[in-house]
């Protein structure tokens, strides 16, 4: 009976016994270096993954932070343990590297955007230009700073809404911080009124709501004229809250109300 392609079972026996004895010592030497270097790479990684967590409680880097640095320096030692395990297998170094630069292209002409937000997202996380509950303006979105992550930040906008935002768009974006747990800055907002009412009657309404703000709902409350023409004059509003919360209500219950009060005057 034949086996396969026209050699009998004894002969393709031979054949398979000939072949392991003569390249038996080889084959044992080549899993016993892929098992030295599959050892060396679960070493090495637990040693970088020790000293990165050793930095980043030095450098108070965030768990995010850590956890990053720790994946990307993990997938770089699994990178150069497969190309030394197939180096071992015969596997030419030049095809190495060329595999790995079409595969690098292809990858990289795949996912820009995706690198280039996990790359941002490390900036954020390193730099850390703001922290979770900030009160931030991000171009045109503004909010509480509810997570960060590798991929996005979450902001809370006044209305409730829940917004992702793209790291790399984050980069790309004016950042306004206005209020954090070490920082107390003040939230300005700009309002425009006809010349109806006088100065001097703007300044008693501004005077009368905000000693009905101060200190009930906000630390400090000033104004200034902001701009002055023939259709009307501006005011800027600075509020100082107590709660990032605060930021949400306070200022447009006192726009509200100042509106009301102007209608009022304007109206008698």
């Known amino acids: 009976m034949y086996f396969f392609f026209g050699y009998s079972f004894q002969e393709f026996w031979d054949n398979l016994?000939?072949?392991?004895?003569?390249?038996?010592?080889?084959?044992?030497?080549?899993?016993?270096?892929?098992?030295?270097?599959?050892?060396?790479?679960?070493?090495?990684?637990?040693?970088?993954?020790?000293?990165?967590?050793?930095?980043?409680?030095?450098?108070?880097?965030?768990?995010?932070?850590?956890?990053?640095?720790?994946?990307?320096?993990?997938?770089?030692?699994?990178?150069?343990?497969?190309?030394?395990?197939?180096?071992?297998?015969?596997i030419p170094s030049e095809w190495i590297v060329s595999l790995s630069a079409v595969l690098g292209a292809a990858i990289g002409f795949a996912s820009t955007k995706t690198i280039g937000n996990i790359i941002s997202g490390l900036y954020v996380l390193i730099t850390r230009p703001f922290h979770i509950g900030d009160y931030v303006k991000i171009g045109d979105n503004e909010g509480i700073i509810k997570e960060i992550s590798i991929n996005y930040?979450?902001?809370?906008?006044?209305?409730?809404?829940?917004?992702?935002?793209?790291?790399?768009?984050?980069?790309?974006?004016?950042i306004v911080l206005f209020s954090t747990k070490q920082i107390e800055k003040s939230y300005p907002l700009i309002v425009g009124f006809n010349h109806?009412?006088?100065?001097?009657?703007?300044?008693?309404?501004?005077?009368?709501?905000?000693?009905?703000?101060?200190?009930?709902?906000?630390?400090?409350?000033?104004?200034?004229?902001?701009?002055?023409?023939?259709?009307?004059?501006?005011?800027?509003?600075?509020?100082?809250?107590?709660?990032?919360?605060?930021?949400?209500?306070?200022?447009?219950?006192?726009q509200k109300r100042l509106v009301n009060e102007w209608d009022k005057r304007r109206a008698g």
């Open 153 to 174: 930040t979450r902001i809370l906008t006044p209305n409730n809404q829940s917004i992702l935002l793209a790291n790399q768009d984050v980069m790309d974006s004016k």
């Open 17 to 90: 016994t000939s072949w392991f004895t003569t390249n038996l010592p080889n084959l044992l030497v080549g899993l016993l270096l892929i098992l030295i270097i599959i050892v060396l790479m679960v070493v090495i990684e637990r040693l970088a993954n020790r000293f990165i967590k050793r930095v980043g409680r030095r450098y108070q880097f965030t768990e995010e932070v850590t956890n990053g640095i720790s994946l990307l320096t993990r997938a770089f030692i699994i990178l150069l343990g497969i190309a030394a395990i197939a180096g071992i297998g015969g």
């Open 196 to 254: 109806s009412v006088t100065d001097e009657q703007m300044d008693e309404i501004f005077v009368r709501i905000i000693e009905d703000f101060v200190p009930k709902r906000a630390k400090e409350i000033s104004y200034s004229l902001y701009e002055n023409h023939h259709l009307g004059r501006s005011y800027i509003i600075y509020f100082s809250l107590k709660k990032i919360q605060d930021f949400f209500t306070v200022p447009a219950d006192f």
